[in-house]
């Protein structure tokens, strides 16, 4: 029988899904719900030491519906980080360890380019007993303004600065939460790792415009008649974490051997969770996902997930994880190795005749060729 269980960075989680940063941890109502559905651990909303400079719109959600139906592929949002007091968070992270001792509970944290600021806001953290830290270098609206969010994960020498902050404070284990809004995810990746940071998580959302209503002419969410662009998530950013997920695989295993990766990016299903680890992930964050389906989500995750192990015989998450990173090359290898086959099955096609059994119907003609002269 196969097991979800696993150990990352000696965090100790029951299975590999994840809540990803977002409204599904945002308070510790609903990260006890988390806990309770059986979640194997839940970042909580990104939280900053002074939320009064927080001020979220509303409409703040767009979604895009599938053609064919109700379903929805994309998500956009123009939410910030918590505007909740971090008095109110420090005191709810010390409420879930006491309720939820098994529950493995890490604090996503933001904060400007202070080295007092990281350093405070790591310690209280830790103080209240979090086990471990996702640093959000990575929402794509609003913090950037501030100089915050993805402003930093997009500027690969600030990172490296703030992560080697983190990790002079940091007693439990640090994952960097990467931007895709950027040419070269491995570059940031880099830094972060290069800091001392035990893992990276990827992705974050796409900065977009949702679309422009045809009757209002106006761009939607549409704030008093306005909107700015926001942040991209759900299923239709699959591929694109999907692949930004590899390439941070690949960069590990070429730079650093064995460092944590946890894949993040319209993750809803068993088998979108097996592609990641195919991909070189050990974790799999949901967040959209929850949104449109409920915490109850994770037991079909879960269940899906076996039934691909139990396919497949593999008894351990680390039995696939990166396995079908071999097979990613340069479209230059795609162009010769099939080259290469294209000659081998020339060569096979003129093999000569020996006997008279192996003359074949398809190759008549090569054959023929092949046993004349000239
Ligand atoms: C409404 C909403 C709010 C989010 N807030 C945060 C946040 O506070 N901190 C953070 O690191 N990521 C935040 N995210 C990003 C998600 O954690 C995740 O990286 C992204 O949505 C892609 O995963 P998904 O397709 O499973 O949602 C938010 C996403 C959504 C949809």
Known sequence: MPTLATTVDGLALKNPFIIGSGPPGTNLNVIGKAFKEGWGAVIAKTVSLDASKVINVSPRYAKLMAKDGDEVSGWENIELISDRPFKIWVEEFKKCKDQFPDGVLIASIMEE???????????????????????????????????????????????????????????????????????????????????????????NTIRCVMGINLETLRPEPTVEGYTTPGGYSSKAVRPIALRMVM????????????????????????????????????????????????????????????????????????????????????????????????????????????????????????????????
């Open 113 to 203: 380019y202070r080295r007092d600021a990281w350093i405070e806001i790591v310690e209280r953290c830790q103080e209240a007993g979090v086990d471990g830290f996702e640093l959000n270098f990575s929402c794509p609206h609003g913090l950037p303004e501030r100089k915050m969010g993805a402003a930093m994960g997009q500027d690969c020498a600030i990172l490296e600065e703030v992560c080697g902050w983190v990790m002079a404070a940091a007693k439990k284990p640090v994952w960097a939460k990467m931007t895709p809004n950027i040419t070269h995810i491995e570059d940031p990746s880099r830094a972060a790792l290069r800091s001392g940071c035990q893992g990276v998580s990827a992705i």
């Open 247 to 374: 390439e941070i695989a690949l960069l590990i295993r070429r730079e650093f051997g064995d460092r944590s990766l946890s894949g993040i990016g319209g993750i809803e299903t068993g088998g979108d969770a097996a592609q990641f680890i195919l991909a070189g992930a050990d974790t799999c964050q949901v967040c959209t996902g929850v949104m449109k389906f409920g915490y109850e989500c994770v037991k079909p995750m879960c269940e899906e997930l076996l039934v691909f192990m139990d396919k497949h015989k593999f008894e351990t998450l680390a039995d696939f994880k990166g396995k079908s990173l071999p097979y990613f090359t340069t479209h230059a290898d795609l162009v010769s190795k099939q080259a290469q086959r294209k000659a081998a099955q020339k060569a096979a096609q003129k093999k000569v005749v020996t006997a008279d059994g192996e003359w074949s119907g398809d190759s008549f003609v090569q054959q023929s060729d092949a046993l004349s002269r000239g």
